[in-house]
Each structure stands twice: as structure tokens, then as C-alpha cells.
């Protein structure tokens, strides 16, 4: 059980952010949504490096419980991974103004708090 809720806590992260990007900084580029400005530019660098650090953390974790590296089972392994929900959450709140994003941070945090109640 606690292996199959390490996977769907790290799965959903990135799953959103995936979608993240997708929404936020692909299909706006797309549709023009944004003119060109400076402004713009920090707008998806932002989002662009927000969202692919997400998929990039997530992609590791995975990869790690799936080889069946002991690290998520240690205390090492919940700080990094509370630290890193904590960090993306005041960056949400701090930069970015939808709520979409904060609700995956929290979500995958709710995810991460019961995977490690049940070790």
C-alpha cells in the first residue's frame, strides 16, 4: 500500500504539471494569447521553469521508487519531498495567480502525507 501511494503522490505531480505547462505556457504561446513583452517572457519563464522542475522532481522520485531505492521510506526522503511542496506553494502564492496550480501542490502533499502514514 505505501509503494502504491508513493506512486500515486509523485504520479499526480506529474500529471499536473505536465498539464501545467501545457496550459499555461504551450497553448497560450499558441493562441497568442500574450503579447510580446518583457513582461511576457518573465510570464513564461516563470511557468515554463515552475512547472518543468515539477515533472523533472517527479520524474526522479519515480524513477527511484521504481528501482526500490529505500530513500522515500526514510525521513531524508519526507523532508525533501514536504520541502519541495512547501517551496512550490510560496512560489505559487508569491508569483503566480491562479489557484490550479496551488491546488496540485496541496493535493500531492495530502497524497504524500498518507503515503507516509502508512510506512
Excluded: N
Amino acid at each position: 500500500m505505501h509503494k502504491i501511494l508513493l506512486y500515486a503522490a509523485y504520479g499526480w505531480l506529474l500529471v499536473g504539471s505536465i498539464l501545467h505547462f501545457c496550459i499555461d505556457v504551450v497553448s497560450q504561446y499558441w493562441r497568442g494569447k500574450r503579447v510580446p513583452s518583457v513582461e511576457t517572457t518573465l510570464y513564461y519563464g516563470l511557468h515554463s521553469a515552475y512547472a518543468l522542475g515539477q515533472v523533472l522532481f517527479a520524474l526522479v522520485a519515480l524513477l527511484l521508487i521504481q528501482r526500490g531505492v529505500p530513500f522515500f521510506d526514510e525521513w531524508q526522503g519526507w523532508a525533501l519531498g514536504f520541502a519541495a511542496a512547501a517551496a512550490w506553494l510560496a512560489i505559487c502564492f508569491a508569483f503566480i495567480e491562479y489557484r490550479e496550480p496551488r491546488i496540485v501542490i496541496v493535493i500531492f502533499a495530502i497524497s504524500l502525507l498518507g503515503a507516509a502514514l502508512t510506512k
